[in-house]
Structure formats: structure tokens, C-alpha cells
């Protein structure tokens, strides 16, 4: 592809922070908001997490038995396909793993839908989402986790675009197939690495 | 869109600067001539990716404003205060440049041109309306599509003069005599019948989509698109 006449950048490509993924950018200490509905209203009181479909055990939790399970906490990166990165920032939740330990997923379980309170669907491979990758988090640099950033509770899904996980999130489906959730029908892609630069449908 | 065309939307190719328009120093309409180009649908966007020669590269999302129709794509670039990429297309680019290109992209914030639309934009976030505007004329159905657009001037409203003489409800927050697009007056424009496209700040567009489910618009009905740095007006992410 030709280069821009008359671009330098900000920065040289060497200079460049090893952590951001091509094509992304450091927001720094802002964390822009991306909504493509009104925004979820959750009474964190009532609101309760379902794991369910191909599993030996279909379980749901309050926010208070949640908590009661243990915390965990990721520091690191995030990255938003719309190009912006977060550096270096933390959630406290708990992780996926030990919710799936509870609710046993049988063997022919391959992909999770993760769906939010609005009715928002993402779709992932069960691999994504095990094995210390991603996390149901009620708290963001140590503070409960935001309406608009997807409280009171969220998915965490960090080594994909930040799309994959999804705010409000209140059931997690496991499936033997791929079930294509909203961006996914919407025009983006099916995985999202952002390493890859997984954008768009037929990246 | 057919698979093929989604898979040519994605597609990066060079587009050339056909022209370059200053609006002030708040921004810049740029067209460009997109070769293999999949005709969007109103409401869709363009990336736009800037390389530098050691192979560093920027990358922007930008709404069409360009009707369908239009042998061009018109993109409406806000200067964004320090803005890497904004600065650069306001600042340097001129007619006769290549600029990296892939689109249209995004099925969720598009307007078919056949059912009823409400739409609402703050700022720059009257781009996609416009198109939408423009199809609207084009296939003979204004009537379809309803306006309501905020700036904080005049000054501050790209496509003032279209949108004023299209019969858009225009207010201006900060100007003398001005108003706002406050509860009643979004009241006064949902239609539940119609789906409601909302683009502007993060700011703008929540306190949008609470006036509208105030005034009965579904929730299901409502399309929100946030654009902007950060803060005050938040990108989508």
C-alpha cells in the first residue's frame, strides 16, 4: 500500500509501545464508551449470573455469592476495535474458570455466547474463555464497575477486542456450535484477535 | 450485502482526494474517488488508515456523508484537539493525494431508506444524518426521515445551510436566543413507529437515548453511535 504523502506520525515505529497491538493507540488514564443500544439498567441487587446449555450443572449467582467464591484480579491491557488501547489498567471479578468448575461443561460444549442484560449477544470458542482468559469483574482500578462501563458486573475477556466482552453480561451459554452475536452479524469478525488485527468480517 | 461485497468493503485500497473543503477551523469534508467501491447504505463508515515511510500507520473510522447515489464518497473529518489523524487529513491533505481506505462497514447504524427514521446527531454527529438526508431526496421519500440536530453555534454545525433549509429541527445550546434538544423537545420528535439513529459525544447520546425512553421511544428501537477523543466525547470502544 502507498505511503501517505506528507505523514510522519507521532511516532517512529520502533518507538512504538511493544504492548499495542497494530493499528491501536493509547488512550492513556481515559476510557472512551461504546454502546451501540441504550445504555443497560441493572438493580445489582436482583441481578444474577446464569451459566447454562452444555453443562452437568446449569448454575446462577447473586453478585453476593459471586463475591463469596473468592476475587481475582487482572492488571493489563485492553484493546477496543475502533483502535484504542488501555494500558496497564485492572478489574477484580472472578474468573471463568472457577464458575465453569461449578457448572461442569459437558464434552461436546466447543462455544460460549455471552449475553447481557439488553439482550446483547457475543459469541466465543470455549477455549477463549478458559484457562485463566477471562473473568466476570464487578470492579475497575479498585471502584465498582460503572453503569456505562457495563456494570455492575461485566465480561473480561482481555486478549480479545474489547467487543467479546460483553457489559451487563447476566448468561453464559455453552454450545456445541458457533452462534454469530451482534457485531458479528453486524459486518465484524467472528474471533477478534486484535494481534491479528481481527476486525471486520473477512479480515 | 452479498458476501463479496462485504469481503470488498473490507478490502483496503487507495482512494484519491478529489477535493478538500475546510469547514473553519473545526474541520474538513473531504471526497474521494474509491476504486471497486460497494455503495453504502446511509448511516455506514469508512476507515481510513495513514502510513508513514518506516511503516507506521493511524487509523480513523469516519461516517459517509455522501449520499449512495454519489459517484464519491464524502467523509466530514472533525479536527480533534491534537488529533494524530484529524490534524493531518485537516492540515496537510490535498486534492491529487492517495489516502488508504477500506468500507462501508457497520450493518447496525444504517438506515434502509424504506422504513420510518428519527434521527438525532450533536455536532459532527450530523454526518451519517446527512446521508441519510440526501438518500431520503434521492429515492423520493423524505417524509421517511425525520431531523433533530444540535450545535453549540451556528459556526459549530457542519452542513448548517442543508440542514436548516430540509426542514431539520436545528438547536444551538450556546448561542444567544438558542435552545436545546431537552426532554420536550425530543418529546415532541419520537416516534415509536421509527427507528431512532442518535450519533454525537457519549455525553450527547446518553442524554439522547434517556429522553427518548422517557418519551415512550422502545428500547429496541433506539441505534446509538458515539464518536470522539475521549471524555467529554467518547469513541466507541
Not at chain 1, 506520525?9 to 509501545?17: F, L, P, Y
Not at chain 2, 469508512?46 to 487509523?59: I, K, N, P
Not at chain 2, 426521515?145 to 450545535?151: E, F, G, N, Y
Not at chain 2, 448561542?175 to 431512532?196: E, M, N
Amino acid at each position: 500500500m502507498a505511503i501517505t504523502r506528507g505523514f510522519s506520525g507521532r511516532r517512529k515505529q520502533a518507538e512504538r509501545d511493544p504492548r499495542l497491538p497494530p493499528g491501536q493507540y493509547d488512550v492513556g488514564k481515559s476510557w472512551p464508551v461504546l454502546t451501540a443500544e441504550p445504555t443497560g439498567r441493572v438493580d445489582a441487587e436482583r441481578w444474577s449470573l446464569t451459566i447454562d446449555g452444555l453443562v452437568a450443572h446449569p448454575t446462577s449467582w447473586s453478585l453476593k455469592e459471586l463475591k463469596a467464591l473468592g476475587q481475582d484480579t487482572y492488571r493489563g491491557d485492553i484493546h477496543c476495535v475502533t483502535t484504542w488501547s488501555k494500558l496497564d489498567t485492572s478489574f477484580t471479578g472472578i474468573s471463568l474458570d472457577t464458575l465453569l468448575d461449578v457448572a461442569q461443561p459437558l464434552p461436546e460444549a466447543r462455544f460460549v455466547v455471552e449475553e447481557s442484560t439488553t439482550r446483547y449477544r457475543t459469541n466465543l470458542p470455549l477455549e477463549d474463555v478458559t484457562g485463566g482468559k477471562a473473568w466476570v469483574v464487578w470492579e475497575h482500578e479498585g471502584k465498582p464497575l460503572t453503569r456505562e462501563h457495563g456494570g455492575p458486573v461485566r465480561m473480561l475477556v482481555p486478549h480479545l477486542y474489547f467487543w467479546k466482552s460483553a457489559k451487563w453480561i447476566s448468561k453464559i451459554t455453552l454450545l456445541d456450535h458457533d452462534e454469530p452475536g451482534f457485531w458479528e452479524i453486524n459486518g465484524y469478525h467472528h474471533r477478534g484477535d486484535p494481534w491479528q488485527e481481527q476486525r471486520f468480517d473477512g479480515d | 450485502m452479498a458476501t463479496e461485497d462485504r469481503k470488498l468493503a473490507a478490502t483496503w485500497r487507495d482512494a484519491k482526494v478529489v477535493s478538500v473543503d475546510h469547514h473553519g477551523e473545526l474541520g474538513v469534508v473531504l471526497r474521494l474517488d474509491v476504486p471497486d467501491r460497494v455503495v453504502h447504505r446511509p448511516g455506514q463508515h469508512y476507515v481510513l488508515r495513514l502510513r508513514a515511510e518506516d511503516g507506521y500507520t493511524a487509523s480513523r473510522s469516519y461516517s459517509a456523508v455522501s449520499a449512495p447515489s454519489d459517484d464519491l464518497v464524502e467523509l466530514y473529518v472533525e479536527k480533534v484537539p491534537d488529533g494524530e489523524v484529524s490534524g493531518f487529513l485537516a492540515e496537510v491533505v490535498e486534492p491529487g493525494d492517495l489516502l488508504e481506505c477500506r468500507g462501508p462497514i457497520g450493518r447496525w447504524f444504517a438506515w434502509d431508506g424504506q422504513s420510518p427514521a428519527l434521527g438525532i446527531g450533536g455536532g459532527s454527529g450530523v454526518a451519517p444524518l446527512v446521508s441519510m438526508l440526501r438518500h431520503a431526496r434521492d429515492v423520493g421519500h423524505p417524509e421517511l426521515l425525520h431531523l433533530a440536530v444540535s450545535a453549540w453555534t451556528a459556526d459549530h454545525l457542519p452542513y448548517r445551510e442543508e440542514l436548516e433549509s430540509s426542514g431539520a429541527l436545528v438547536a444551538y445550546s450556546r448561542q444567544k436566543g438558542g435552545s436545546r434538544l431537552d426532554a420536550a423537545v425530543i418529546a415532541a420528535v419520537a416516534d415509536p413507529g421509527a427507528t431512532a439513529f442518535v450519533c454525537g459525544s457519549a455525553r450527547f447520546t446518553l442524554a439522547m437515548e434517556s429522553h427518548l425512553l422517557s418519551a415512550g421511544q422502545p428500547e429496541s428501537s433506539i441505534r446509538i453511535e458515539r464518536f470522539g477523543p475521549t471524555g467529554e466525547s467518547a469513541e466507541n470502544g
